[in-house]
């Protein structure tokens, strides 16, 4: 099965709290892709990055940060010194190489920084 | 990043009229378009997957008689939801890519709401 989980519903944290959103996949390819996005209230969503499965590098962009990892099938996502900005819905999905490209999306961790 | 373009960003319409969803790739040439669907609160659920010049694929309990995609031309993909009933209002996006392997790149979303 095809799966992604974010147990994570809802996040609260205070500026300038670190805060990891966690990510958790299933699936029996051996080639796909995992990424994250971010929802603001307006609905677009906003592309952060995209990890394929031979590249187990973390990665680090400004405050945010990836942490994957195979053996525990998690691509966990770190924003460093949250800010008010940084408030919007942020959905993990894995991208299935072999059955067209399409994505599947985990159910969205919701992440409120209040000032 | 590649630009998708879809029109129009809200709609309301009356119970029983269709309504058609644009989705444009403004400087590529897309191979395959997905539309999602996403309901208040919840994830983006894959609706079906469309490929220049052939049917449309449907996801599982997608009812393709009222969800009407058409895909075209390289640029252009349409969903049309026929006799629209309240149900169906939700929040509908497009993404479209250049082929396998690559990144997909989302619209703006359409807010419809049948009334």
């Known amino acids: 099965a095809q799966k992604v989980t974010q147990a994570q519903t809802e996040i609260s944290v205070v500026e300038k709290e670190d805060v990891t959103l966690d990510c958790v996949y299933e699936?029996?390819?051996?080639?796909?892709?995992l990424f994250w996005y971010k929802q603001p209230p307006s609905g677009e969503l906003v592309f952060l990055i995209r990890r394929n499965s031979f590249d187990e590098q973390n990665e680090i962009s400004g405050r945010y940060s990836w942490n994957f990892q195979k053996s525990t099938s998690s691509f966990n996502f770190t924003i460093t010194a949250s800010q008010v900005v940084d408030s919007a819905v942020y959905f993990c999905a894995l991208y299935l190489y072999n059955q067209g490209g399409k994505l599947i999306f985990g159910q969205g961790t919701e992440l409120s920084v209040k000032p | 990043g590649a630009v998708v373009s879809q029109h129009p960003s809200w709609v309301i319409c009356k119970s029983g009229t269709s309504v058609k969803i644009e989705c444009r790739s403004l400087?590529?040439?897309?191979?395959?378009m997905f539309w999602y669907r996403q309901f208040p609160k919840q994830s983006l659920m894959l609706m079906a997957t469309?490929?220049?010049?052939?049917?449309?694929?449907?996801e599982q309990g997608v009812e393709k008689d009222k969800f009407l995609i058409n895909h075209a031309s390289l640029t252009l993909s349409t969903l049309t939801v026929t006799s629209a009933h309240p149900e169906d209002s939700s929040f509908y996006i497009c993404?479209?890519?250049?082929?396998?392997?690559?990144?997909?790149?989302f619209g703006q979303g359409t807010r419809l709401t049948v009334v």
């Open positions: 400087d590529f040439q897309a191979t395959t």
């Open positions: 993404s479209a890519q250049q082929g396998l392997n690559t990144e997909a790149f």
């Open positions: 699936t029996r390819d051996t080639t796909y892709y």
């Open positions: 469309s490929n220049e010049g052939s049917k449309a694929t449907y």
